[in-house]
């Protein structure tokens, strides 16, 4: 959870000064998201971004360098969202700065679903996209586990191996955003609604820390 900046990622993830390549990335990472590296086609990024085809391919030399940007993006998103949190904590102790992180990563999760759809969608067999995602994923996963580790030697949370709560987080933490509609569907909720995820994070907060509802 620990964002780039605390991570020391090598790789820049700073937005474009250029609102076209911008455009294009977005619409990008929307349609990577719901079709796929191979379902989506730069033709169909181009018309979502609204730029002619020669234009994508002037920024992007290629489908995968496209892809890419697209996933930086998302996970700059990421960092500026948990950076934005981390501010503010200042000296609060462990298990509040861990709740409010689990708390913030949910909510990001939920009006960013692209990012974990992406991950899901690349991540079930070995290759170069996996690869790349784990350049990022990897600290977070590293930083998390060490959060998680940490808390269970206090008692804060269960004592099982921290790589469990991990997967109990990133899995349980986003799978109702990701699958908004089928949640929608199946149980009335809207999974967009400000109630509805904060009723979410409440859930996870309570099976990892075992205790009530986080004000």
């Known amino acids: 959870m620990t964002p780039s900046s605390e991570r020391g990622r090598d790789r820049s993830t ?9 455009r294009i ?15 989506a086609t730069t033709r169909q990024i181009a018309a979502r971004a609204g730029v002619a085809q020669p234009l994508l391919n002037y920024h992007f030399t290629s489908k995968e360098t496209l892809w890419q940007a697209a996933v ?11 950076n ?6 200042g000296d609060v102790d462990d298990v509040t700065r861990a ?15 692209q990012l974990h759809r992406i991950i899901l969608q690349e991540s079930t067999a070995a290759g170069a996209r996996m690869d790349y995602l784990l350049t990022h994923v990897r600290p977070i996963y590293e930083s998390t586990i060490e ?19 991990y997967y109990i987080l990133t ?18 909720l809207d999974p967009t609604s ?11 907060c309570r099976l990892l820390f075992n205790d009530p509802p986080f004000p």
């Not at 934005?84 to 904590?89: D, F, K, V």
């Not at 986003?174 to 149980?187: A, I, N």
């Not at 400000?194 to 996870?204: F, G």
């Open 14 to 22: 700073r937005p474009s000064a250029d609102p076209t390549r911008d």
């Open 25 to 39: 990335v977005n619409a990008a990472a929307e349609l990577f998201s719901a079709r796929s590296f191979e379902g």
């Open 72 to 82: 930086d993006s998302l996970f700059t998103l990421l960092d500026q969202h948990m």
């Open 84 to 89: 934005a949190r981390l501010q503010t904590l």
């Open 99 to 113: 709740r409010l992180i689990v708390r913030d990563f949910i909510g990001f999760s939920a009006r960013h679903p």
């Open 147 to 165: 959060m998680f580790a940490n808390l269970a030697e206090q008692g804060a949370v269960p004592a099982i191996p921290p790589t469990h709560l």
């Open 171 to 188: 899995g349980g933490g986003p799978t109702m955003f990701v699958l908004g509609p089928e949640c929608q569907e199946l149980s009335g």
């Open 194 to 204: 400000d109630a509805v995820i904060e009723a979410h994070a409440d859930a996870i």
